[in-house]
């Protein structure tokens, strides 16, 4: 009897594990950030897609945005994911009180709400994103940088703009060599 509730087990592991299809997504585009000094920004974001007739939904992680020389990771989610912040629906990561000053006000957008993907998309999830993207940022750092234990800490990221930025993305099966991100070039920040 165990070893047939083990067959099952294992059988129903092995099933579940087998329909996915695992993918990174990624992108590197040059933007300016909002003290207007010219960066390279990345986008990336991986899913798990699943067949048509599976019952699960594709999922995804957040939507990682970070721009060169800067400590600052945006993490954007949608509904689909536990802490997608209440500004606003879609593909969205909202302004944090005493760090973001929203500059950007459309009608589309949530008065709280810093980078949105896909900006007037309500119902728009990471895991249906495929290609290309529109990225608006609606905010900037009330302070893009500080000194901490003698050591300067750059909290910049992408120029606020109401126009959204077109970002064209890169698919990529997970753990292939393609997979990797592409670096930053860190000796520009020395400068």
């Avoid at 590197?28 to 899913?47: D, I, K, L, Y």
């Avoid at 990771?73 to 879609?90: K, P, Q, V, Y």
């Avoid at 249906?128 to 900037?140: F, K, N, R, Y």
Wanted: proline share 7%; hydrophobic share 40%.
């Amino acid at each position: 009897m165990m070893c047939r509730i083990s067959f099952l087990f294992i059988s129903a592991v092995v099933l579940l594990s087998g329909c996915a299809s695992y993918y990174s997504h990624f992108a590197m585009f040059p933007a300016e950030n909002s003290q207007g000094e010219p960066r390279q920004v990345r986008v990336s974001w991986n899913t798990a897609e699943y067949p048509d007739w599976w019952f699960l939904d594709d999922r995804s992680t957040a939507l990682k945005v970070e721009t060169q020389c800067s400590a600052r990771i945006w993490r954007l989610r949608d509904d689909s994911h536990g802490e997608a912040g209440a500004c606003g629906h879609g593909i969205r990561a909202c302004a944090e009180p005493g760090v973001d000053q929203v500059v950007v006000s459309r009608p589309d957008l949530d008065p709280s709400a810093c980078v949105v993907v896909a900006p007037g998309e309500s119902g728009a999830r990471i895991a249906d994103v495929e290609g290309s993207l529109e990225l608006l940022v609606a905010c900037e750092p009330l302070v893009p940088g500080f000194e901490e234990e003698g050591e300067a800490i750059n909290m910049d990221y992408l120029r606020a703009s109401p126009v959204p930025y077109a970002v064209y993305t890169r698919k990529v099966p997970r753990g292939s060599l393609a997979a990797s991100l592409p670096d930053f070039d860190e000796s520009v920040c020395e400068q």
